[in-house]
């Protein structure tokens, strides 16, 4: 993607190891295109993780590879070197990337960070942390059943966060502007609001008014705007997992403030029915011992099946993971 040719365009930063790529990731990546109005996600497996000394199990030239088969034919789907290994051998830092990649977009274009729910869980501890939502909002996927109870102790020291409800004249403000071009806003709460054509899916958006729970920190009835989309399911279809013919994604957002005053828009992705983990599929290889002599039906069972096609193929030539 040529982010100097971007300008007015909407670019989430989705970095991570991609150790391997997996359904999981192309699941949240969709989500977060859909509710957020995305122009494009930018995936960028990182050179060397901080919070991962130990290093990866593939090689950042495997990894990268592994990403461009995996999101290759994916509308607004692009692979990023923001993240690659520094020639100092310096670890990747999130907040000095999103700072490089600010630079680079015109005005008035909006990046955003995103990242699923293991990366959050640790997101205290990131260099810098309490900087990076104002840089670049949030954007974070959370699974079924996951409570958001503990959001005040899974941010950085200092930022406090609030519901941000969207109706009224709020709702036109962020779904006109801040969910970008060609959404038609209506006030009406049992009005759906149409995005204009070139997706390749029929998609409303219905403004639902939810009763929030004033005592304690539970935000789970927070308002929040829901997009509905027939026949969506963001992982795509699994062979072994059957697509639901109607997927729900909601978005929820939350306002930000840090000591000094400011302001950053935060949302979460929550109830993704998308529960896969890479350390897993690695574990699936290297169980299978003779993977190499097996056929490609005993391969997609169950965690393999997991992986984009090209991906797993790519492993298996490359004998990786084992």
């Known amino acids: 993607m040529d982010l100097q040719s971007s300008s007015g365009s909407r670019v989430a930063f989705f970095g991570g190891t991609f150790d391997p790529p997996h359904l999981g990731h192309l699941g949240v990546a969709r989500a977060a ?23 990866t199990v593939a090689g950042f030239e495997d990894r990268l590879a592994m990403t461009r088969l ?20 310096e670890p990747n830092y999130t907040l ?18 995103l990242m699923g729910a293991d990366s959050f869980a640790a997101f205290r501890r990131w260099h810098r942390a309490a900087e990076i939502p104002f ?28 519901p941000a409800p969207i109706t009224g004249d709020l709702a036109g403000k962020i779904l006109g502007t801040e969910l970008g071009r060609g959404v038609a806003v209506c006030e009406n709460t049992s009005s ?17 008014r939810l009763e929030h729970e004033a ?8 308002e929040s705007a829901t997009k509905i989309m027939s026949g969506f399911s963001p992982c795509g279809q699994l062979s072994d997992i059957p697509a639901p013919s109607d997927a729900t994604i909601a978005l929820r957002r939350y306002i930000l403030r840090n000591p000094a005053g400011e302001l950053a828009p935060f ?8 529960d896969i983990s890479a350390s897993q599929i690695r574990d699936q290889f290297r169980n299978q011992i003779h993977y190499q002599s097996l056929s490609s039906a005993a391969l997609q069972k169950p965690d393999l099946a997991l992986l984009p096609p090209p991906v797993l193929e790519y492993i298996r030539a490359r004998n990786l993971y084992r």
């Open 215 to 222: 005592s304690g920190r539970d935000f789970s009835r927070a």
């Open 33 to 55: 295109r859909v509710a957020l109005g995305l122009d494009s996600v930018l995936f960028a497996p990182v050179g060397t993780q901080p919070l991962k000394p130990q290093g």
């Open 70 to 89: 995996a999101i290759a034919g994916e509308p607004g789907f692009s692979l990023s070197l923001a993240d690659a290994p520094r020639p100092s051998g």
């Open 267 to 274: 949302y979460l992705l929550p109830g993704l029915h998308i």
């Open 135 to 162: 840089v670049a909002p949030l954007i974070v996927a959370f699974r079924p059943g996951e409570s958001l109870d503990n959001l005040g102790s899974t941010l950085p020291e200092g930022l406090t966060f609030q």
């Open 96 to 113: 000095e990337t999103l700072f490089a990649l600010r630079a680079q977009l015109p005005p008035p274009s909006a990046l955003f960070c």
């Open 192 to 208: 759906a609001l149409h995005e204009a054509s070139g997706h390749d899916f029929t998609a409303c958006v219905k403004m639902q």
